[in-house]
């Protein structure tokens, strides 16, 4: 099977994303640190109240706004960086390897990505994990990277699915 596709910065990025909202450790990061934080603000206004010999609602009271503010908004903060630290890796260094045109030939013993800069095999046995969400298919070669198949490039998404599946069951 022969694909040819164009990678955007876009595309990148939301692999990156995806990666980290189905990051079992990620998430759990996340989780805790939505939690403990607020706990932390919480149990210092406490701690404000009774040095600074304030009335506890008075110290309370802003700590418990921002706590709140915290867990509603972390996670978006959190994503957001991500996405602005991405795009500054981007600019950072050459990536045409990973952004631009590639040709991906997928056949019995694996696959063979082409850009304009070189080409990467890898057999069947080092994609670790096929993953997919409505507009991207990701075959993981680590834990942190894979290759990313924007699916906006292909007419024959249910082929393509199919074939993979097939491969990464065999």
């Known amino acids: 099977m022969d694909l040819k596709y164009n990678l955007t910065e876009e595309d990148y990025i939301n692999f990156n994303l995806f990666h980290m909202k189905s990051s079992p450790t990620i998430m759990k990061s996340v989780r805790n640190q939505r939690i403990f934080t607020p706990v932390f603000?919480?149990?210092?206004?406490?701690?404000?109240?009774?040095?600074?010999?304030?009335?506890?609602?008075?110290?309370?009271?802003?700590?418990?706004?921002?706590?709140?503010?915290?867990?509603?908004?972390?996670?978006?903060?959190?994503?957001?960086?991500?996405i602005r630290h991405t795009k500054k890796l981007i600019k950072e260094g050459r990536n045409e390897n990973i952004l631009g045109q590639h040709q991906m030939v997928l056949n019995d013993e694996g696959i063979?990505?082409?850009?304009?800069?070189?080409?990467?095999?890898?057999?069947?046995?080092?994609?670790?994990?096929?993953?997919e969400n409505d507009q991207y298919f990701y075959l993981y070669n680590s834990a942190?990277?894979?290759?990313?198949l924007p699916k906006r490039e292909f007419e024959n998404i249910e082929e393509i699915r199919n074939y993979l599946n097939a491969k990464m069951a065999g």
Do not use: C, H, Q
């Not at 063979?112 to 993953?131: C, F, H, M, Q, R």
């Not at 942190?144 to 990313?148: D, E, K, P, Q, V």
């Open 144 to 148: 942190l990277s894979g290759y990313i």
């Open 112 to 131: 063979v990505d082409k850009t304009t800069k070189g080409e990467t095999k890898v057999a069947w046995s080092g994609i670790n994990e096929l993953k």
């Open 41 to 82: 603000y919480l149990l210092f206004s406490v701690v404000f109240s009774m040095m600074m010999d304030i009335p506890f609602l008075v110290s309370f009271t802003p700590f418990f706004i921002l706590s709140i503010l915290w867990v509603l908004f972390y996670p978006k903060y959190l994503f957001g960086r991500a």
